[in-house]
């Protein structure tokens, strides 16, 4: 079974510029997570989709970022325009969407972003 | 504010001995807690995962423990082998592990050979 993918893989942009993140899921998981690592500090939230619906988005840093599920399967994270603070490495995770047991996260390799 | 702490960035052990790692948490609400390994260039990998309503639990060479009144949870390896060197992370949920996980900053372990 393929796990998550995400792409591109690395990502070199010059401030004010705009980037489109993709993350393809586990299949058949029907949630899907954004995070982000800035330099040497931790792993943080930012997203939580369950199907196409935007669950929580209380992670979002401002409004220079959107995310979209359309259809329930991948989705995209667009950072317009790009500032140099938004430079990290961007992961996404999937889990089942499971009710009677706990449902672990899986993640992507994520992707490097790097603002000029 | 971080509601999940790991204090030592980095630990050193040798190859066949045992690796201990530490993680404390302030949030009560947390109930479910996961280790990811991670080596460079990659994302995040499971590792191994407990409820609140156990103590303990194993898969191998890896056990988690966990102490709710201390608000800690601790991974062990035993025994360590050099391909176990990677940065751990510490994560915790609430709601079984239906809400976004809150992470650690990570801590290396090297195992020497």
């Known amino acids: 079974e393929a796990g998550v993918t995400q792409f591109p893989s690395h990502s070199v942009i010059e401030k004010g510029q705009t980037v489109t993140l993709r993350c393809d899921p586990i299949s058949g998981h029907d949630n899907l997570y954004w995070y982000r690592r800035v330099m040497g500090k931790e792993i943080k939230f930012l997203l939580h989709f369950v199907k196409e619906s935007k669950q929580d988005e209380s992670g979002m840093p401002n409004n220079r970022f959107l995310a979209e599920r359309t259809g329930g399967t991948y989705s995209t994270l667009k950072v317009q325009p790009a500032e140099l603070e938004d430079s990290g490495v961007y992961f996404c995770?999937?889990?089942?969407?499971?009710?009677?047991?706990?449902?672990?996260?899986?993640f992507g390799p994520g992707t490097r972003l790097t603002v000029l | 504010d971080q509601q999940v702490k790991q204090n030592s960035p980095s630990l050193s052990v040798q190859e066949g001995r045992i690796s201990i790692l530490n993680c404390d948490y302030t949030n009560s609400m947390f109930d479910y807690f996961l280790w990811y390994k991670k080596y460079p260039a990659e994302g995040p990998t499971f590792l191994i995962s407990i409820s609140s309503i156990k103590d303990k639990n194993e898969d191998g060479r890896f056990t988690v423990f966990l102490n709710k009144s201390a608000k800690h949870l601790s991974l062990h390896i035993v025994p360590s082998q050099p391909g176990d060197s990677a940065v751990y992370f510490c994560a915790a949920s609430a709601d079984s592990g239906n809400t976004p996980l809150v992470f650690g900053k990570g801590t290396r372990l090297s195992v020497i050979a």
């Open positions: 995770a999937s889990s089942p969407l499971g009710h009677l047991s706990t449902d672990t996260q899986y």
